[in-house]
């Protein structure tokens, strides 16, 4: 076996070993062709003029040698050397050929390859849109985008939706071609358990071939995105929008497009580790009875199906409920006090004219709450709403006509869990009508709840994403029948923060990974070692051989093994816990 240093062909062996690098990276099923690419040529003793010729080879096709041809040429540009002709023959004197000699080898034509159909999208559908909403992020971006991020960026260029499906009957979405894109090699994804996604190599190529098509540039789509986010995300009333900022401000958030228009309301409040965490004092803006109005509002993207994407909206307004439209940082639908006087919030210390209400809905249908268990969606959003400083969450399961024999165990677990561990309130209902009736019902209920009586409202200024929860569970502890809140635009910017962790919310990511390390158990560990480097040390202060392996197997049970009810670690968690962490 040739080895990389006499190998016939170095410099198209080196670009075929960086693709292999990289298609490995990101797990890509592409690995395969190019690993047989880069043996086949490293094995061949034969110097190969143009890459074209490479197609006699296994592993090359005309795409493969294309991408070489266009690396050399680049090549010899930068380095000021000839590019060499394409030879007229595909074939190589001395391989495969050795009956043959030259005068036949010239005479006869060369055969032409079968040429692929470049894959190309269909206007408008799934494939279409998601490729179109990769784009907004640039070719050089270091990470990918969220599903949530995406199905937002994807959905203005696609005629069904990818949240609900098209026939109410079936549970397939536009967000099924993802699994296309995957499987051609167009889209890789990585992380876990909150996947993001972004266009390889090839996929940029489509994306491409759709540019020249639509003739649209990344730069033009992703103002295009912009401007869609910000018609959606902005207040109704145009004077209630918040403070402006200095210039250099807004042009950094103009160059980072997907962005919420809220994100910098407030201050993330540092990155420290400590529990410890020095509360405000202030005086709260008092909004009195009569001059305010409890109202609903509805997530944009909560349709029925392509056809009737208002139909939920509709109804609600039949209902005698007017919903507040808008692309929400969290929840499907939740409730504010809408202030009569548009300026009133601005000239006492907050933004806007709503103030968030502690009620916040996430509706899930039957089968979406099955793949959101599956892909880590569901705790994920759970982990969301726990940090939203909500007070009272709901749970919205619509059942439907499905197979549930193989998933019944693990929805009715997570059923459970919601409701027993984290408290909130699970509402189940046969279809989208019901529904609609529930959240009429619940609307009618809180503005006889909240109307009647005065609402304190924290400044914002006194408000970081550092001090918001603990402040809150002060302020409920201290007086438990005085209810405090915060302006819309404060809440959509701690929400919209959820990207931008603290280190301590990722640390607690981190041990969720493990499986049946709940947040209740992830932050009993996170309170006994405050960060990542701090764990691993314990397992390291445990030492080395069978002693030290049985020391580190038992490293949290011996701490955590007393507590009580679900904070508590068994020792078979703590081993399990042990393999990842403390390299047992």
């Known amino acids: 076996m040739a080895s990389e240093e006499t190998c016939a062909n170095p410099l198209l062996l080196g670009w075929v070993k960086e693709w292999v690098d990289v298609a490995r990276e990101r797990n890509s099923k592409g690995v395969t062709t190019y690993k047989n690419a880069y043996n086949a040529l490293k094995a061949c003793p034969i110097t190969f003029k143009h890459p074209s010729q490479l197609q006699q080879l296994k592993g090359f096709g005309p795409k493969l040698c294309d991408r070489l041809t266009e690396k050399l040429e680049k090549h010899c540009q930068e380095n000021g050397l000839p590019m060499p002709k394409r030879p007229r023959q595909s074939r190589v004197q001395g391989l495969n050929n050795e009956n043959e000699d030259d005068d036949d080898a010239q005479a006869r034509p060369a055969k032409k390859p079968r040429k692929q159909k470049a894959y ?26 969220t599903k949530a991020r995406l199905i937002e960026a994807a959905q203005p260029h696609c005629d069904s939706s990818f949240t609900a499906p098209s026939d109410p009957t079936r549970f397939y979405t536009a967000w099924n071609s993802m699994k296309t894109l995957l499987e051609k090699d167009l889209v890789y994804e990585r992380g876990r358990p909150l996947r993001r996604y972004a266009l390889t190599d090839e996929g940029w190529e489509v994306a491409r071939r759709i540019q020249q098509t639509a003739d649209l540039t990344p730069a033009e789509l992703a103002a295009q995105e912009r401007r869609r986010v910000s018609r959606e995300t902005a207040p109704e009333n145009p004077s209630a929008l918040p403070p402006a900022r200095s210039p250099s401000v807004e042009i950094e958030e103009i160059e980072q497009p997907g962005q919420s228009a809220y994100a910098n309301v407030v201050a993330n409040g540092g990155e420290q580790t400590s529990d410890s965490v020095d509360l405000p004092n202030f005086r709260p803006i008092r909004l009195a009875p009569g001059t305010f109005t409890v109202r609903l509002v509805l997530d944009v993207r909560e349709v029925r199906a392509k056809t009737d994407r208002d139909y939920m909206q509709k109804e609600l307004e039949k209902k005698g409920v007017e919903p507040i439209m808008r692309a929400l940082e969290l929840g499907d639908a939740l409730w504010v006090a809408q202030c009569h006087d548009p300026h009133f919030l601005s000239r006492t210390g907050a933004e806007g004219d709503e103030v968030v209400l502690d009620w916040i809905v996430e509706r899930k249908r039957l089968d ?8 880590g969606r569901f705790h994920e959003q759970k982990f969301r709403l726990k940090r939203s400083g909500v007070k009272n969450v709901i749970y919205i399961v619509e059942e439907m006509a499905m197979d549930m024999q193989k998933y019944e165990e693990s929805v009715q677990s997570a059923i459970a869990s919601t409701q027993v561990v984290n408290g909130y309130f699970l509402k189940k209902t046969q279809k989208m009508d019901d529904t609609i009736r529930y959240l009429t019902r619940m609307t009618m209920l809180l503005k006889k709840q909240y109307e009647s009586r005065p609402l304190l409202v924290i400044p914002t200024d006194v408000l970081t994403t550092r001090n918001y929860l603990p402040l809150l569970e002060h302020l409920r502890e201290k007086e438990p029948t005085t209810g405090h809140y915060v302006s819309y635009q404060a809440f959509a910017s701690m929400a919209s923060k959820s990207d931008l962790m603290t280190l301590r919310d990722i640390y607690l990511k981190m041990l969720m990974c493990s499986k049946q390390v709940t947040g209740e158990k992830a932050l009993e560990i996170q309170k006994r070692w405050k960060t990542p480097h701090e764990f691993v040390k314990g397992y390291e202060k445990c030492g080395s051989g069978e002693e030290g392996k049985r020391k580190r197997q038992d490293l949290v049970f011996a701490h955590l093994g007393n507590l009580v009810g679900r904070r508590k670690v068994a020792r078979t968690l703590s081993h399990k816990i042990a393999e990842v962490w403390g390299g047992v």
Do not use: F, K, N, Q
């Open 368 to 375: 979406d709450l099955v793949y959101s268990i599956r892909d």
């Open 120 to 145: 190309v999208p269909t206007l408008r559908s799934g494939a279409y849109a998601l490729i179109i909403g990769l784009i907004t992020i640039g070719e050089d971006a270091p990470v990918g985008m």
